[in-house]
């Protein structure tokens, strides 16, 4: 029966409760997983790389620590107030009362809030490990360690920088004297102490002393007794203190003139005046209330008067200053040079005077003085890397698991080679669902990482004759960036490509559970095995991880590695550049502060890493202490494959076009500035300068005077590169005065144009690509080598039509030759220089022009000699079209390259798939394709030979 007993209803359930929990559960489960799997790197970084991770973890923390404690820590045991608290206090309040109450009755006096002593102590502490992450400043926490184990860093000198705005230098290396041995400090220790402070005045100083004016103002409203008097004294401090902090930071500048003393004495002037009127306010605020007009009056009339007077002073001096630029300007503009010249380390670099002269050689003796100069023609690099590439990328075929990633030109026996690394990259063609095998378990390295063709002859080179190891588990770029590689240790068969089995010391054994946190899919893949993990295979990710002291992206572009090899193991040769912002360094004018302190030999097979030491400035000295054990000396094998870092080349040689002008006068009229000629860059050569005995491998780049509108060159800068001399620069300057110019790049390329020779060869070569023009010195002449290639920008063979040698020594008339070799046509050139005429300079005087039909006879007879069947359809319809190469063919001397076209086109893509081939025509090109079915697509893969009309 219904009664009020049985009228009670069960209460339905709280879903709403029930979502709430599971979204806490499942935030709960992705923080304890993110943090386990951060947890499982950290401890596999300890593991497998030990004090290589611990070091710069250890200098991070002592940064974190120091200058945290600097910025956040309060010492004020007896105010003991916290902004964070005292803030959340006050939110708490307005929460729990409600807003129905005045806004004053919420908030309480900021002054009157104070933590409890252990509370205060507690809350310090916890300051540094909540926001310690953002002070992190590596470079500081080595530079402190250091200077904890008795490196001064030059700290004692550091009060000479309050009196160099204030003393007009009479010798041009006062800056050198007084501010060098300042510069550890300035670099490494001061910036960051000084970034600390000022936050700290800004939050303990500004904020703090602003939220105090606040909730007094509304405490003392509400008590009808606001002190008006008593809020300004406060903002008076708090721009006081701003400003005379701002006059304390204008000591530490990159630039001191004469007006910087003024700007410097006015900014701390007006900063204790405004410390004054605050004093004094504060006092009289004990018995007044509100400030008098007439002190608003003297307190902006005070503030004018000295801006006026500063900006006076600053204005006149600038007007005498534009008369007597040299009286004025001049002293601080000469420490300006003495310091930069010591930061670019230009007093190292060697001039020489380069009198440059055209000189005729006896008809009787061309061939002679060619022969005489057999060692630099010989090494003449022909090849530029546009064409070596051209020639290397069919070598790839049709490979879909590597690709090009990097090209150097390195020596190896005194020879020159083109060598292009490769990257390992997932085939397009790999399925969603099959990625993350392929990405971790298969495509796990490079089989045949290099690839090496000779510089001079063009001839590709079997890369095992200088890299025996070439499986590549560590490099550049590709999947090396973007993931890691594993295997089980239990494993039977490889899944790696070629089916290799890795069995190096690079990386590390993960077992369970360890493993399931590191990759889930470890748990059901291989729950009870072991896995063996190989992390940080980019080899630039590897060193920015363990050595992130030095930079590995100079000037936006990622610093150049080179490989080399012992002849057994094959290594990355990795610059170990330091670099300093400078704009606290006095006379810097803010340019950086770059030193070479080694290199790093990073193992392509195991990722071991190993340092050598070369540089010997402050930073070097400071590492080399820190990380002695991890250093050590250069192997033999290496003395003939170093390389100077052609970033720190460019870099000296852009610090040498300004502050090689030594005279005050001529630096300020700015008339004899350099400049690397447009599109130009640093070419690595062998070469013969004036003054060596033999050919070197040097680096070489040219230089114009700025802003001329000759385009002549001013000189040519040149690295060595034997170990002995490693770094040593040297400049041959041609006199502004000297009757005969060097040309430069721009004018080579017309005189090229100009010859009527080249003008009547380009016809026949059809859209030729101009090479590189490099400036050798061949006996007594200075010449630009360049080769002329067949193949267009972009195709894939390319082709070497001719060379040309052009005279760079100008008085009135270009000298071009030509020839099929370097020799031939240095011979042409020397030729027309004596005034032989005619036909030496000439090319291929041989040259045969063969009919269309016997084109295309010669071209099918590669085919039918390989028994391949050529179809030939009216037009071609295909869903997909490669083009795998071009050439052309038209004369007897293009017959051998296009025979060597056209095999390597039959070897890599028709014999290993099919016996026919489909030939057609379109416009002046004969084009010859085969088709390849990939996941039931058609895909015409064809080469086009130009053969006319």
Known sequence: ?????????????????????????????????????????????????????????????????????????????????????????????????????????????????NLSPLQFVIWQITKILLFGAFFVNIMFGFAAVSFIDGNNLGIENITNIFSLPFVTPTDGSYSVEQVVPMIPSLVLLLPPILAAIGLRLVLYVGVHKIINVITSYLQDSQSGKPRYLNYVSTVETIIGVGIVWLGFNLFFTDQIDYNTRYVIGGTLVIGFALLAFALVDRIRARVLTHMFKRDVYIRILTILAIAVIVGGLVSVNNSIADAKKIEYLGPYTAQQISLNRHIGQLDDIK???????????????????????????????????????????????????????????????????????????????????????????????????????????????????????????????????????????????????????????????????????????????????????????????????????????????????????????????????????????????????????????????????????????????????????????????????????????????????????????????????????????????????????????????????????????????????????????????????????????????????????????????????????????????????IPVYTAGSGGVVAQLGTIAAVGAAFTGEYYVGLGDTQEKAFEAYLKKVSGVAGSSTSVNVDYIELGKADRINIIKSSFTDNKIEISEPTSIQIPLSFKEGEIFFFTENDRLDTQDFLKKFIDNFVKPRTDRVFMWQENSNLNIGTIIVKDNIPEMHYISIEIGN
Do not use: C
């Open 351 to 785: 001039e020489n005077t380069h009198d440059v002269k055209l000189q005729s050689v006896s008809p009787n003796n061309i061939k002679n003085y060619v022969n005489q100069n057999k060692d630099v023609l010989n090494v003449v690099r022909v090849w530029d890397w546009e064409a070596a590439f051209a020639k290397l990328k069919p070598e790839i075929g049709l490979i879909p698991y590597v690709d090009f990633e990097d090209n150097d030109i390195l020596r190896f026996n005194g020879t020159l080679y083109w060598t292009a690394s490769m990257k390992p990259v997932l085939p397009s063609s790999v399925s969603l669902a099959n990625t993350w095998y392929n990405e971790h378990l298969v495509y796990t390295h490079v089989p045949n990482g290099f690839l090496t063709l000779e510089a001079t002859t063009g001839q590709i080179i079997d890369s095992s004759k200088f890299f025996k190891q070439r499986e590549i588990y560590y490099g550049e770029g590709g999947l090396f960036s973007t993931t890691w590689s594993a295997y089980p240790n239990s494993r039977t068969t490889s899944a790696e490509l070629g089916g290799v089995s890795y069995n190096g010391a690079g990386g590390l054994d993960v077992s369970p559970p360890l493993s399931w946190t590191f990759e889930p899919n470890f748990l059901l893949s291989f729950p009870a095995e072991s896995v063996h993990v190989m992390r940080y295979k980019d080899v630039h990710d590897r060193m920015k991880t363990l050595y992130p002291y030095f930079l590995y992206d100079l000037f936006g572009k990622e610093l150049d590695s080179i490989p080399v090899t012992d002849g057994t193991n094959s290594y990355w040769l990795i610059p170990l550049i330091v670099g300093f912002d400078t704009h606290d360094v006095p006379w810097s004018v803010g340019n950086p502060y770059l030193r070479l302190v080694g290199f790093a030999l990073v193992d392509t097979y195991d990722g071991d890493i190993q340092l050598m030491k070369t540089g010997d400035d402050f930073f070097t000295d400071m590492f080399v202490s820190q990380y002695s054990d991890k250093f050590t000396p250069i192997p033999t094998w290496l003395e003939e494959q170093i390389r100077y870092p052609v970033e720190l080349f460019n870099w000296k040689a852009e610090m040498y076009n300004i502050y090689h002008v030594n005279d005050v006068e001529t630096f300020i009229q700015a008339n004899e500035f350099y400049e690397v000629p447009q599109g130009l860059e640093a070419y690595y050569v062998e070469a013969k300068p004036p003054g060596f005995d033999k050919t070197e491998f040097i680096g070489l780049l040219s230089l114009e005077l700025r802003g001329s509108q000759g385009r002549n060159l001013a000189g040519y800068m040149i690295v060595e590169n034997d170990l002995n001399h490693l770094g040593d620069l040297q400049f041959y300057e041609v006199p502004l005065n000297s009757t005969t110019k060097l040309i430069g790049p721009t004018a080579v390329r017309e005189a090229l144009d100009k010859d009527p020779t080249f003008a009547e060869l380009k016809t026949l070569l059809r859209n030729p690509r101009i090479g590189d023009n490099i400036l050798y010195r061949v006996g007594q002449h200075d010449v630009y080598f």
């Open 1 to 113: 029966m219904y009664s009020a007993s049985t009228d009670k209803q069960v209460p339905p359930p709280d879903a709403g409760k029930l979502v709430r929990l599971i979204i806490v559960a499942i935030i709960a489960i992705v923080i304890i997983a993110v943090a386990g799997n951060q947890a499982v790197i950290l401890s596999m970084n300890f593991t497998e790389f030990g004090d290589q991770f611990s070091k710069p973890l250890y200098y991070s923390l002592v940064s974190t620590i120091i200058l945290s404690a600097i910025a956040l820590v309060r010492v004020n045991i007896i105010g003991r107030s916290s902004i964070f608290w005292y803030g959340l206090h006050t939110a708490i309040g307005f929460i729990g009362k409600g807003t129905q109450q005045p806004l004053s009755n919420n908030i309480t006096s900021f002054k009157a809030y």
